[in-house]
């Protein structure tokens, strides 16, 4: 299920045969990380449920997050609050389901960017070796040393916190890592004869990149993908926390926290709800990432 | 062995050097222009020159890279715009509170991970490698701050055991301990978390070598085999690993120290972050640049420690 066979056999595929093939390997890449461990599918299911609660958030919230009602400040759970409401009477259910609308988007825009990014250094660095290998993984592996989250807060405390610049902070902390993780398999893949055949077929370098290796290698760094949301998410929480989330009022997990931290001693719930709700969300993405990745993982192969 | 060390201290100033190159220019290329980020965007322009000019920023960028460098080597890492003291006084004054409960947490987190990691490797695939796994799993997916503060509402509000403040100051060893105690936990077991896992699959990985099975078919005692000959062997990856986990472990610190509002570089850059300290900014990404890059050379020159195999060649 490789994209070795139109260039095996030297007939120049059409664009959605090749399309077809590319998407094929993909896919069932995937599928077969996915059945490896059913954990996975667990992780799934519990981070697709949270996204539909994120989308649905402006139906299914209860309240408006950002209408104060000083009637009803710091209220415990009950019936028509759910998980309570904090200072200025907000509702702290309808918080967390916007909130969860920051949090993923941020952490997708970042993650995915990185994953563009990043893994185009990686392929590139693994597919020409040699010096540009060597200078390009230098550069990413004492990026790679530098604590992540100080870096991020260095750079929204300079950019300013805003959605965008938060996707940006926290992209550059996940670029070093899948340039390391798409360079490995771009190695063991350019040796392949298919490559080979490639080449004696005069594709450009481009071509083999784009069409011929990047499909092959997507699984893994896919799999990376949502190990590193669950990273994201926790750092944007992180610099919410630390005061350096989008700016209030809107709702931000980590900003909630934040906020309930200062009424901690009589409010307990402010802050607890959205723990919970990092927690769910992050462990899901960690359970379906490291069932992924036991599949992936070619030092685990053929190991049940 | 001499030649061995003094390669790695060459790598590790290399390393240095372009790491701090990194973080000048990253502080240099962002957009936004720091005077204006410290005095806001109603200041004068003639108020806006005397603190660029007082930065240092007024003059060419290869100049500034060239004072900056030149500042780092000497210990002269300019003075704090608040306090008017030096960065370096203020960070020295505060960074062995930050030490402490980074080493005390490492321990626990090593006395802790160690252990389950090896018992989750030996007993695979049964009940109590599935719990070690999820159990890990669980423990790293909580950001520190979420953590800490589960740990403050139960054990400080709810059962009263601990201060709901350190204060930092206690005298007396009960009272410096009882205020480590949290912070080091919750900042142990994370740590703990991601060790189990390291340890969990390179012990998998030796466990399977011949030798194991040598060892065993003439007769020794399991419990030998696995704490004596395997997990010496595993232990290169997990030292590797914690080594690359520094940085977590220096994140999850800052926001450690925030929730206990205990004294280091946590609260002193988020201090600064606060009130725009630039130079002190600065300061802290050079130190915690500093120490990332002296526990790498630390974590290099264990390994011969370790594995006598490795000739430090």
């Known amino acids: ?304 | 062995m001499t030649a061995f060390v003094l390669k790695r201290l060459g790598f590790a100033a290399i390393t240095l050097f372009a790491v701090l190159t990194i973080v000048f220019f990253i502080v240099r290329v962002l957009p936004g222009d720091p005077a204006m980020a410290i005095l806001g965007d109603q200041a004068s322009q003639s108020a806006l020159e005397a603190l660029r000019v007082r930065l240092g920023l007024d003059v060419p960028l290869y100049q500034q890279y060239f004072v900056f460098l030149g500042g780092v080597v000497v210990g002269d890492w300019g003075v704090s715009l608040v306090s008017g003291r030096p960065v370096i006084e203020e960070i020295l004054k505060v960074l062995p509170a930050t030490i402490e409960l980074t080493v005390a947490s490492l321990i626990l987190g090593i006395v802790v991970g160690v252990p389950i990691g090896v018992w989750s490797a030996v007993r695979r695939n049964k009940l109590p490698d599935y719990l070690a796994r999820i159990g890990s799993l669980l423990g790293l997916s909580f950001p520190a701050f979420v953590s800490a503060v589960l740990l403050l509402l139960f054990f400080s509000i709810h059962l009263r055991w601990f201060p709901v403040i350190s204060s930092g100051q206690g005298s007396g060893l009960a009272d410096r301990m009882r205020d480590l105690a949290l912070p080091a936990i919750n900042l142990g077991l994370i740590m703990a978390a991601y060790i189990t896992r390291v340890t969990r699959s390179a012990m998998l990985e030796v466990l399977n070598q011949d030798y194991v099975r040598t060892a065993r078919a003439k007769g020794l005692a399991f419990a030998i085999i696995v704490w004596r000959h395997c997990l010496r062997n595993a232990l290169i990856p997990v030292v590797t690993v914690v080594g690359l986990y520094l940085g977590i472990l220096i994140g999850n610190s800052v926001l450690t120290e925030i929730v206990f509002n205990r004294p280091g570089l946590g609260k002193l850059i988020v201090g600064a972050l606060n009130q725009r300290d630039y130079t002190m900014l600065q300061g802290m990404m050079v130190i915690y640049t500093l120490i990332v890059v002296l526990v790498n050379l630390i974590t290099d020159l264990t390994y011969g420690l370790i594995d006598p195999r490795i000739k430090y060649s």
Not at chain 1, 16 to 26: E, G, K, N, Q, S
Not at chain 1, 75 to 93: E, I, M, N, Q, V
Not at chain 1, 171 to 185: E, H, K, M, V, W
Not at chain 1, 201 to 230: C, D, K, Q, T
Request: charged share 15%; glycine share 8%; aromatic share 10%.
């Open chain 1, 1 to 304: 299920m490789t994209t070795q066979s139109s260039a095996a056999t030297g007939r120049r595929p059409s664009r959605m045969t090749y399309y077809r093939l590319a998407l094929a390997t993909v896919v069932s890449g995937l599928f077969r990380a996915f059945n490896a461990n059913k954990t996975s599918w667990v992780g799934l299911a519990v981070f697709l449920i949270v996204a539909l609660l994120a989308i649905l958030a402006p139906v299914i919230a209860p309240y408006d997050p950002l209408q104060q009602n000083i009637l009803f400040r710091l209220k415990p759970p009950s019936d028509a609050h759910w998980f309570g409401t904090d200072y200025y009477g907000r509702d702290t259910l309808s918080r967390i389901l916007w909130g969860a609308r920051i949090s993923l988007t941020i952490g997708l825009l970042a993650i995915g960017s990185a994953m563009i990014i990043g893994t185009l250094i990686g392929m590139v660095a693994g597919y020409f070796g040699g010096r540009t290998d060597l200078i390009t993984m230098q550069v990413m592996d004492v990026l790679l040393a530098f604590p992540s989250l100080i870096l991020g807060l260095i750079v929204v405390a300079m950019l300013g916190p805003s959605v965008a610049n938060l996707v940006i902070a926290i992209a550059l902390t996940a670029i070093p890592p899948f340039a390391r993780i798409a360079r490995a398999p771009t190695i063991a893949v350019k040796n392949r004869e298919f490559i080979e055949a490639g080449h004696a077929l005069g594709y450009s370098h481009m071509r083999l990149m784009f069409r011929h290796i990047l499909p092959n290698i997507a699984p893994e760094v896919l799999v990376m993908g949502s190990l590193w949301l669950a990273t994201a998410i926790r750092v944007e929480a992180s610099l919410a926390f630390i005061g350096l989330g989008v700016n209030p009022p809107t709702a931000t997990w980590g900003g909630m926290i934040r906020e309930g931290f200062e009424n901690i001693l009589d409010s307990f719930w402010l802050a607890l709800f959205p723990s919970l709700a990092i927690l769910v969300v992050v462990f899901s993405l960690n359970l379906l990432g490291d069932g992924l990745r036991d599949a992936v993982d070619p030092r685990l192969k053929g190991e049940q």
